[in-house]
């Protein structure tokens, strides 16, 4: 299937809801991102960007509403591992790289083909797949680790890796949950760079605590509230806006006491 062209939508999202037990997470939820965005999603605690997330990739099904990828693909149709297939990676927080091969090895792995894992391990790589593979080490900053073990790798280090394992799957859509958590400031910085760098070739959404990181980086930010779009703006609307900062900011003064 073809990428969609930059500025066109590739994801939709039309009154959703999600509801756990009577409990609704997500509520009359409207929310469109156009192919080639870095887009970010905040909100105080509980308000439902987890479970938006957990919606695009397949893990938690809507009670109501729809998402739509790249124009045809009704998400709820389809499981997790098929909406993988379809170009949606997801990263978790915690890294989850095999610790006891080198990081070369890691990304050979995770490449997109039809064989099995020890196959592709042990089977030689083409030029092309090099090319590929070392194209991705360079991407994340780790061509001079290509052959060091994935468990010596910084905190830091293993978050990139595990986004290059996810680019060599050669999603569309990427969402990430808080890819800079437990980061030293200049490994924030470098995977700000990172997500830039990813997005002029895929889309990515990335659910994120860290106020300052999206200051840096974002240019368009989608605030959740109780299960719903509150505002969608640039980080300057979005932190002039009273609403935003009485639920924001009452909310987070409020956890923090
Ligand atoms: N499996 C579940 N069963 C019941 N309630 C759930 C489940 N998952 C999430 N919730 C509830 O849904 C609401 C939204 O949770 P979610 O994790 O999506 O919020 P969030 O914005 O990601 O929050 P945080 O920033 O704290 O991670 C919360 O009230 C949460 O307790």
């Known amino acids: 299937m073809q990428s969609p062209l930059p500025g066109r939508d590739i994801l939709r999202v039309e009154g959703l809801e999600v509801d756990f ?3 609704k997470a997500l509520r009359s939820l409207d929310f469109r991102v156009q192919a080639g965005e870095l887009r970010f999603l905040i ?12 919606v695009m990739c397949g893990k938690v099904k809507p009670s109501h509403g729809r998402v739509v990828f790249k124009d045809s693909i009704d998400i709820s149709k389809f499981q997790e591992h098929q909406l993988a297939e379809l170009g949606i990676g997801r990263k978790f927080q915690a890294p989850s790289v095999f610790t006891t091969l080198t990081v070369f090895e890691n990304l050979a792995l995770s490449m997109k083909q039809k064989r099995g894992l020890l196959s592709a391990l042990w089977a030689k790589t083409t030029s ?41 799957q050669e999603p569309d859509l990427l969402l990430l949950d808080e890819p800079a958590a437990g980061m030293t400031d200049s490994e924030t910085e470098k995977t700000g760079e990172l997500l830039h760098a990813i997005s002029n070739n895929q889309t990515i959404i990335v659910v994120e605590h860290d ?22 703006g ?5 932190q002039s806006d009273d609403k935003v900062a009485e639920v924001y900011l009452g909310r987070r003064v409020e956890r923090d006491a």
């Not at 909100?43 to 957990?54: E, V």
């Open 211 to 232: 106020m300052e990181f999206v200051r840096r980086f974002a240019k368009t930010v989608t605030v959740l509230h109780e299960g719903t779009v509150l505002r969608e």
């Open 128 to 168: 092309e797949q090099r090319d590929r593979l070392l194209h991705r080490l360079e991407m994340i900053g780790l061509q001079d680790k290509a052959a060091a073990r994935a468990g010596s790798l910084s905190h830091g280090e293993k978050q990139w890796l595990e986004i290059g394992m996810l680019l060599m």
């Open 234 to 238: 640039t980080m300057e609307d979005i």
């Open 21 to 23: 037990d009577g409990f």
């Open 43 to 54: 909100g105080p605690n509980g308000a439902g960007k987890t479970t938006l997330l957990d």
